[in-house]
T-cell receptor
């Protein structure tokens, strides 16, 4: 079983729509959680950290459910520039990050 | 500020040849990571260093792969001999234990390796 699993999508949504997707992780001792964004043929970049109480950053909302071991990301009022692959990332007890395979989102005009 | 620098950006080589990838981390960062990304396997950690010392190389696929960090501003990943299945994008990333953003890793632009 992979440490971090994601629905690969793609999620094709119109501008202005809301899109949400999850990832699950296998290690219950995981300590920290993140969403990274990767544009086509570019490097991954941190989008946001995920806190236990849930958190927002503008149009992005992240949630963590430790009991069920899943993390979610919701994007409101989608923009064309939100088109990217979103990587779910989990950190255990040191500096090693485990990346999911990514969820592809395409926002169309 | 300069980000993580990697060279070359693209490398095409023939099977059996030696390949050396280079990375310059962000100044002041004391952790350096080498990743490999393929369509099939996603982003995989190969090895990481702390203060120039290799900490975990369990992700290095086999003896053909080796990595060094002779000083705080330079690291290499070498593949010898290269094989077609090594074709991938290789990313270098760095971070600092004191960084404010919960250990955010900063990635370089990657080296796209093609082994024919």
């Amino acid at each position: 079983r992979k440490e971090v699993e994601q629905d690969p999508g793609p999620f094709n949504v119109p501008e202005g729509a809301t899109v949400a997707f999850n990832c699950t992780y296998s290690n219950s001792a995981s300590q920290s959680f993140f969403w990274y964004r990767q544009d086509c043929r570019k490097e991954p970049k941190l989008l946001m950290s995920v806190y236990s109480s849930g958190n927002e950053d503008g149009r992005f909302t992240a949630q963590l459910n430790r009991a069920s071991q899943y993390i979610s990301l919701l994007i409101r009022d989608s923009k064309l520039s939100d088109s990217a692959t979103y990587l779910c990332v989990v950190k255990f007890n040191d500096y090693k990050l485990s990346f999911g395979a990514g969820t592809t989102v395409t926002v169309r005009a | 500020d300069a980000g993580v620098i990697q060279s070359p950006r693209h490398e095409v080589t023939e099977m059996g040849q030696e390949v050396t990838l280079r990375c310059k981390p962000i100044s002041g960062h004391d952790y350096l990571f080498w990743y490999r990304q393929t369509m099939m396997r996603g982003l995989e950690l190969l090895i990481y260093f702390n203060n120039n010392v290799p900490i975990d190389d369990s992700g290095m696929p086999e003896d053909r792969f080796s990595a060094k960090m002779p000083n705080a501003s330079f690291s290499t990943l070498k593949i010898q001999p290269s094989e077609p299945r090594d074709s991938a994008v290789y990313f270098c990333a760095s971070t600092s234990i004191g960084y404010r953003s919960y250990n955010e890793q900063f990635f370089g632009p990657g080296t796209r390796l093609t082994v024919l």
